[in-house]
């Protein structure tokens, strides 16, 4: 099988009538899934355990496999659908090539869908696609758009992930990991920023920021790509493109679209005033803290202007934004202290979610950390070690593997090590067991706990609410 993802045409309105998903139960499957379910089409997969998202397809009628399992490729599937987690021996896989059906990954199913929307909007960056997609989402439905809508966290105004609308308008995060991205080819671009990730994919810096090109060049002549001002390699993604770009950033000087007369709220939200081209747009209201946002909330303000929505409906949809699940998200009290969890995952999204903390009203900040693969955290130790200045205390939890093996080259005692380089506030915890017994005998009244990582740290701040 070739693990590249490559452009493919797909004719869904007429053919494959019934599609498999391996791995139905993720963020993004799931949202495609429950797509093709509304328009007809005989959805059924598999995932490796129950969860809520499983619960809710079966719900709808979608048939749920628990396990992966040669069996479950019956007659009459027609496409089978994976991600780029899915080994190449996934015993699925391997049924539905010996059977002759077509298999695709998650991308090239995302991409053709989108291909049926006259306004469609890709958010893609290292850090912020679900945010400022939900950014986006709100505005939409606050303009009256009935988007259709697949992000990456659940959003409370939909009651989750997806939302399926009309056919003009279409949200949707773009992931570059494998190069999924390629198969998107928007109406409006949204480029946050780049930075080295997912190094178990590509080789170095140079080579994500022409995949950025070629996700750029992807955009039609017609159509825009908004891109950060201040990104180191913006002028190599944007280079020679055929459609128009805007850029948006905290200087006046360099981007097109830029804030002033920033102020902040009591829980740290932030306020400004949005320019475009030195003409005041609006003033924003963000009920959401950190500045970090101002960016997405200005990169979400300049594709929606692209994508033929009015000011007042862009400013009233932001303010309508609370934050999705993961995003620095309330979780409950524990002994005084506030529990909040966060997704951050890579140091520049750790750097902005403690920033954000500092904004609100706190004794210390503790920080369980929760490393999430072995390649990241080995080929981003140094950036790692200077990411949690801003935290009193940080509990590092053993690395979450996610898709890979255990090398041995790296551990979280090394990331804990390399932090007390720089910050001098890292222990090494371990198991989830023992870092709540360490925070049950040292939390304080009025201390801010943050549970952050993209694997199931959540876990102890749950556990220490519920318990």
């Known amino acids: 099988m070739n693990w590249g993802v490559q452009y493919m045409k797909l004719d869904l309105k007429n053919g494959f009538k019934s599609v498999y998903f391996i791995g139905i139960g993720g963020v993004s499957m799931s949202g495609l899934a429950q797509i093709l379910n509304q328009e007809g089409k005989n959805v059924s997969g598999s995932d490796m355990k129950e969860s809520d998202a499983t619960n809710k397809l079966k719900s709808l009628g979608i048939k749920v496999n628990i396990g992966h399992k040669a ?23 391997l049924e539905a090539e010996k059977k002759g059906i077509l298999c695709v990954e998650r991308a090239v199913l995302l991409g053709n869908i989108m291909d049926n929307y006259n306004k469609s909007i890709a958010v893609a960056g290292t850090h912020g696609k679900t945010t400022t997609s939900s950014m986006l989402s709100e505005i939409m439905l606050q303009a009256g758009k009935n988007p259709t809508i ?25 992931c570059e990991y494998h190069d999924s991205f ?12 780049v930075e080295a990730e997912h190094l178990d994919y590509f080789k170095d810096i140079n080579q994500i920021r022409n995949s950025f090109h070629t996700f750029a060049s992807n955009v039609p002549e017609n159509g825009y790509v908004v891109i950060n001002a201040d990104d180191s390699g913006k002028d190599i993604i944007t280079k020679d493109l055929k459609c128009s770009v805007v850029t948006f950033g905290l200087n006046k000087d360099t981007a097109d679209w830029y804030p002033e007369n920033i102020s902040h709220s009591q829980l740290g939200g932030a306020c400004f005033d949005a320019y475009y081209k030195g003409k005041l747009m609006g003033r924003v209201e963000l009920n959401v803290p950190g500045d970090h946002n ?43 202290a506030t529990v909040v969890d966060d997704y951050a995952h890579h ?19 503790i920080c369980l950390f929760q490393p999430h693969t072995y390649t990241r955290a080995y080929t981003l130790l140094s950036d790692f070690g200077k990411a949690f200045y801003n935290a009193d205390k940080v509990i590092l939890a053993d690395i979450y593997a996610a898709r890979e093996k255990d090398t041995g080259l790296i551990n979280s005692q090394t990331v804990a090590d390399e932090i007390n380089k720089n910050s001098n506030n890292a222990v090494y915890g371990g198991s989830f067991e023992n870092i709540e017994k360490m ?15 993209a694997g199931d740290i959540y876990k102890i701040g749950e556990n220490l609410i519920k318990n």
């Not at 997405?296 to 999705?324: E, F, H, Q, R, W």
């Open 71 to 93: 069996k479950n490729i019956t007659d009459g599937i027609e496409l089978v659908v994976y991600t780029a987690a899915v080994k190449e021996d996934n015993p699925e896989l």
């Open 347 to 365: 140091p520049s999204e750790i750097k902005a979610t403690l920033a954000a903390a500092k904004n609100v009203k706190h004794n210390r900040i």
């Open 182 to 193: 390629l198969q998107f080819y928007p109406y409006t671009a949204v480029i946050l920023n």
């Open 439 to 453: 925070v049950r005998q040292d939390t304080q009244e009025g201390d801010l706990i943050i549970t952050m990582g």
């Open 294 to 336: 101002i960016l997405n909330a200005l990169a979400a303000c300049a594709a929606s202007v692209c994508t033929g929505v009015d000011m007042p409906d862009i400013t009233a949809g932001l303010k309508n934004y609370t934050g999705v699940d993961r995003r620095f998200q309330y979780k409950g009290e524990f002994n005084g």
């Open 150 to 174: 697949t992000i990456g966290g659940n959003l409370s105004t939909i009651g989750g992930n997806i939302n399926v609308g009309s056919n003009e308008y279409f949200v949707a995060e773009a």
